[in-house]
């Protein structure tokens, strides 16, 4: 594993302040970055169950019901794109060996 130099702005107040806690920044990103990953990881190989399925399905339904997020409209980009008359043959060889026609 090799590292990587990532650049955090923090607020020169809070910085502050974990100096005068005598707090290692360095250190307690670091111990918080492992647990965040450690914490997303048992997330992502939990099932699901009808609960957190129902759950979910409820907050979506009370989101879309308060107006905050906006509906999408059917018809905003009908000139958009373009679908050719071939659409449906199928590929010549050359493009899945990769061959340069």
Do not use: C
Not at 12 to 20: Q, S
Not at 59 to 67: D, L, P, T
Not at 77 to 95: C, K, Q, R, T, Y
């Amino acid at each position: 594993m090799s590292d990587v130099q990532v650049v955090l702005t923090i607020p020169a107040e809070l910085l502050e302040r974990a100096k005068r806690a005598s707090m290692d920044v360095n250190i307690f990103l670091l111990d918080a970055l492992e647990k965040g990953v450690d914490t997303l990881t048992q997330r992502e190989h939990k099932p699901l169950t009808r609960e957190d399925i129902e759950a979910a399905i409820t907050v979506s339904i009370e989101r879309n019901a308060s107006g905050l997020y906006p509906q999408r409209q059917l018809g905003q980009n009908i000139a958009g794109f373009i679908v050719s008359d071939d659409f449906d043959e199928p590929l010549p060889d050359s493009f899945w060996l990769g061959e340069d026609q």
